[in-house]
């Protein structure tokens, strides 16, 4: 029997795609499409001076970044899965390790239960969350980590927030990136936890200075009159929301105790939509706007129903 062979006689030599390549091409193509979209305002526009986002990775552990687009800033916080928090919509005292699964079973969804436990137990005034083992490395400036933004993340980061972080991981100075470790200070203490095994809890001594990283700009400047009506029931409610504010450069100014009603959640009430979205996107409110009020009045709400979300 004879086989015939095939052979490439005649045919001119095909070279093949070095992948790399291919993927800078790509890269460069995709972002910049995005600049053209970003010039002409397609993504519209936004008070957030700061994307402050909480990462959950694989192995438990969290990452806290702030992209400071005002001061070209990118602040990478380290947190030990380990690290014991009160998870909010009062589900309790869990590891940071274990809140995105819980989420997950209590249909809250992990990544919000993670945030606003986050913003809860350490006053962070954070709304965005990812589940990535890629953010070290997009803090650090990495073309591929950052390539994967647009491509493989799970968030809940809008697309012109993900070619913002984008764009500042590529242009800031290694100057510019804080890699920091909050086991490594006094802010969480190593103790030994309940089930018997070693961890951290939050202590009061976070230091100072760390907070201005989470401020806005936007409140500094408009130095809003803010007013807090509580009808949770509960003053820890209200304190906690008035140190949120507090890290983002506010102050209330007035906290009132009310009876406790019947409706659910928070609503913030101002004339500026785009100021009070700074508070509605952390404390999970609703907006209703102010006609009668003058422009630098922001009230907020927290109804019985705010208790049982915080």
Request: charged share 25%; aromatic share 12%.
């Given at each position: 029997m004879i086989r015939r062979i095939r052979t490439n006689r005649g045919r001119p030599n095909q070279k093949r795609a070095n992948p790399k390549h291919i993927f800078i091409g790509l890269f460069c193509v995709i972002f910049a499409s995005l600049v053209v979209l970003?010039?002409?305002?397609?993504?519209?526009?936004?008070?957030?001076?700061?994307?402050?986002?909480?990462?959950?990775?694989?192995?438990?552990?969290?990452?806290?970044?702030v992209f400071d687009t005002i001061n070209s800033e990118i602040v990478y916080m380290f947190v030990p899965g380990t690290t014991e928090l009160?998870?909010?919509?009062?589900?309790?005292?869990?590891?940071?390790?274990?809140?995105?699964?819980?989420?997950?079973?209590?249909?809250?969804?992990?990544?919000?239960?993670?945030?606003?436990?986050?913003?809860k137990s350490m006053s962070f005034p954070v709304y965005y969350w990812a589940r990535s083992d890629d953010f070290e490395g997009v803090a650090n400036g990495n073309i591929k980590k950052i390539f994967k933004l647009f491509v493989y993340l799970n968030s809940n980061l809008s697309f012109r927030n993900k070619f913002r972080v984008a764009e500042l991981s590529l242009r800031v100075p290694n100057s510019k990136r804080m890699m920091l470790d909050l086991s490594k200070n006094?802010?969480?203490?190593?103790?030994v936890l309940p089930d018997g095994g070693d961890g951290y809890v939050i202590t009061n001594n976070f230091p100072k200075r760390y907070y201005s990283y989470f401020l806005s700009q936007d409140l500094v400047d408009n130095k809003p009159k803010i007013v807090i009506n509580n009808f949770?029931?509960?003053?820890?409610?209200a304190e906690s929301v008035s140190k949120?504010?507090?890290?983002?450069?506010?102050?209330?100014?007035?906290?009132?105790?009310?009876?406790?009603?019947?409706?659910?959640?928070?609503?913030?009430?101002?004339?500026?939509?785009?100021?009070?979205?700074?508070?509605?996107?952390?404390?999970?409110?609703?907006?209703?706007?102010?006609?009668?009020?003058?422009?630098?009045?922001?009230?907020?709400?927290?109804?019985?129903?705010?208790g049982a979300m915080w």
């Amino acid at each position: 029997m004879i086989r015939r062979i095939r052979t490439n006689r005649g045919r001119p030599n095909q070279k093949r795609a070095n992948p790399k390549h291919i993927f800078i091409g790509l890269f460069c193509v995709i972002f910049a499409s995005l600049v053209v979209l970003f010039c002409f305002g397609v993504f519209g526009n936004s008070a957030e001076d700061n994307i402050s986002l909480v990462v959950s990775r694989s192995d438990g552990n969290a990452e806290i970044l702030v992209f400071d687009t005002i001061n070209s800033e990118i602040v990478y916080m380290f947190v030990p899965g380990t690290t014991e928090l009160d998870a909010a919509y009062n589900l309790g005292r869990w590891k940071i390790q274990s809140i995105p699964k819980l989420g997950d079973q209590e249909k809250i969804g992990g990544g919000n239960l993670l945030v606003k436990s986050i913003a809860k137990s350490m006053s962070f005034p954070v709304y965005y969350w990812a589940r990535s083992d890629d953010f070290e490395g997009v803090a650090n400036g990495n073309i591929k980590k950052i390539f994967k933004l647009f491509v493989y993340l799970n968030s809940n980061l809008s697309f012109r927030n993900k070619f913002r972080v984008a764009e500042l991981s590529l242009r800031v100075p290694n100057s510019k990136r804080m890699m920091l470790d909050l086991s490594k200070n006094t802010y969480l203490k190593r103790v030994v936890l309940p089930d018997g095994g070693d961890g951290y809890v939050i202590t009061n001594n976070f230091p100072k200075r760390y907070y201005s990283y989470f401020l806005s700009q936007d409140l500094v400047d408009n130095k809003p009159k803010i007013v807090i009506n509580n009808f949770t029931g509960a003053e820890s409610s209200a304190e906690s929301v008035s140190k949120i504010i507090e890290v983002m450069g506010a102050k209330a100014l007035y906290v009132y105790q009310k009876e406790k009603n019947n409706k659910s959640g928070c609503e913030v009430r101002s004339k500026e939509k785009s100021i009070a979205e700074l508070f509605t996107k952390t404390l999970g409110c609703k907006y209703r706007r102010l006609d009668d009020k003058e422009s630098s009045l922001i009230e907020i709400d927290l109804n019985s129903g705010f208790g049982a979300m915080w």
